[in-house]
């Protein structure tokens, strides 16, 4: 895999599409909400348009299953007061993931779970990491990542990815769809890739095949 794209251990970020981002329905005998988590939309990223597939062959949630996919706030991981719940449940709906929250028992989840219940934060975002890409060109040719220009347009399909964490964030849903985040050191994303791209082209021209 070219360093182009994020590596496998890199964590991304993404709000819910505009239309029908952030809880939906709300249960207080329950303490559980149901939310759409992603539907998958083209979203600019530095190194070009990223597309996550919705599908069940294309979207791992073993940890579901196994160790938990928490609700965070703002996708802090820096402590339990950070953890504002966890998913229970998820399911694909007309082309959309979406699960269903529970609130923890917590100050901070009780918080939560009135701000939601009164409707003062709607916006859902997503912590996933990509394991495999689907690499296409304007035309929908499939091309070779170690061939790519860093001016080509080209589309990143996520044909198979998993989902860490969702969050609660404070952006309200009808402008979701045009903020989005990657994280990287020091945030300094477009700067990161250009030198990484830079590099890959330094050993192509100096005929040394670059890793994958």
Same mark, same amino acid.
């Given at each position: 895999?070219?360093?182009?794209?994020?590596?496998?251990?890199?964590?991304?970020?993404?709000?819910?599409?505009?239309?029908?981002?952030?809880?939906?329905?709300?249960?207080?005998?329950?303490?559980?909400?149901?939310?759409?988590?992603?539907?998958?939309?083209?979203?600019?990223?530095?190194?070009?348009?990223?597309?996550?597939?919705?599908?069940?062959?294309?979207?791992?949630?073993?940890?579901?299953?196994?160790?938990?996919?928490?609700?965070?706030?703002?996708?802090?991981?820096?402590? %339990?007061?950070?953890?504002? #719940?966890?998913? /229970?449940?998820? +399911?694909?709906? $007309?082309?959309?993931?979406?699960? &269903? @929250?529970?609130?923890?028992?917590?100050?901070?989840?009780?918080?939560?779970?009135?701000?939601?219940?009164?409707?003062?934060?709607?916006?859902?975002?997503?912590?996933?990491?990509?394991?495999?890409?689907? %690499?296409?060109?304007?035309? #929908?040719?499939? /091309?070779?990542? +170690?061939?790519? $220009?860093?001016?080509?347009?080209? &589309? @990143?399909?996520?044909?198979?990815?998993?989902?860490?964490?969702?969050?609660?964030?404070?952006?309200?849903?009808?402008?979701?769809?045009?903020?989005?985040?990657?994280?990287?050191?020091?945030?300094?994303?477009?700067?990161?890739?250009?030198?990484?791209?830079?590099?890959?082209?330094?050993?192509?021209?100096?005929?040394?095949?670059?890793?994958?």
């Amino acid at each position: 895999m070219s360093k182009l794209i994020p590596s496998r251990d890199q964590i991304l970020h993404r709000l819910a599409d505009t239309e029908t981002a952030g809880p939906v329905s709300y249960s207080a005998k329950n303490h559980t909400v149901d939310a759409v988590i992603s539907m998958g939309s083209a979203v600019k990223r530095p190194y070009g348009t990223e597309v996550l597939r919705i599908s069940p062959d294309a979207i791992d949630l073993t940890r579901l299953h196994e160790g938990g996919i928490p609700l965070l706030d703002h996708h802090k991981q820096d402590g %339990i007061n950070s953890i504002l #719940g966890k998913l /229970v449940s998820a +399911r694909f709906e $007309r082309g959309a993931l979406l699960g &269903t @929250f529970k609130f923890n028992a917590t100050a901070e989840g009780k918080k939560a779970e009135g701000m939601v219940a009164r409707g003062e934060i709607t916006g859902i975002s997503a912590g996933y990491r990509v394991d495999e890409w689907l %690499i296409t060109d304007e035309d #929908g040719d499939i /091309v070779d990542e +170690r061939n790519t $220009r860093w001016d080509d347009e080209l &589309t @990143f399909t996520a044909t198979r990815w998993q989902l860490f964490e969702a969050s609660l964030v404070g952006v309200p849903a009808d402008g979701a769809a045009v903020i989005r985040s990657m994280r990287s050191p020091g945030g300094k994303v477009v700067e990161a890739v250009k030198r990484r791209m830079r590099m890959r082209q330094n050993m192509v021209r100096a005929g040394v095949k670059p890793g994958a």
